[in-house]
């Protein structure tokens, strides 16, 4: 965990370099220890690359994996794409909703998991397909996606 925010990222700036191309990089690795990017971790890094804070946090929110909000220790990203649609992608997703107790946009109570729809994950030959994490899943049906998370319940 951070202990100093701003020395955390003062650190990934002379990992990365101060300029505009350093934000991705930098974003990512404040991903990796916090989960998510939170506003003084955006303010921090405004001040790193001399850009505004609007500019981070306008960043930050386009990618789909780089959350901007607390999220869970399992970051469920199920595929809503046409073609996961076709392939009854809404099945897998109320298959999570009645395991887990969430819709798509919510985290747990306890902050074990979150729910999201995502665009493409690449695997649109052999969907339905999700991302717990960084983990992929494809070819899924309701009862292997409930076999899936009762293993990440046990995590």
Known sequence: MISNNEEFISQLADKYGRNRESL??????????LQYVNEES??????E???????????????????THEQGKHVIRVCQTI?????????IVDAITELIGIKPGETTHD???SL????????CHKGPAMLINDEPYAELTPEKVKNIL?????K
């Open 111 to 113: 902050g074990k998991f």
């Open 150 to 154: 009762v293993s990440y319940m046990k």
């Open 24 to 33: 991705l990089p930098i974003l990512h690795e404040v991903v990796d220890q």
């Open 42 to 47: 955006m303010v921090n890094i405004a001040k």
């Open 116 to 123: 999201y729809y995502t665009n493409c994950l690449g695997a």
């Open 83 to 91: 073609v996961c649609d076709m392939k009854h992608k809404e099945d």
């Open 49 to 67: 690359l001399d850009i505004s804070a609007a500019d981070v946090y306008g960043t930050a929110s386009f990618y789909a994996f780089i959350g």
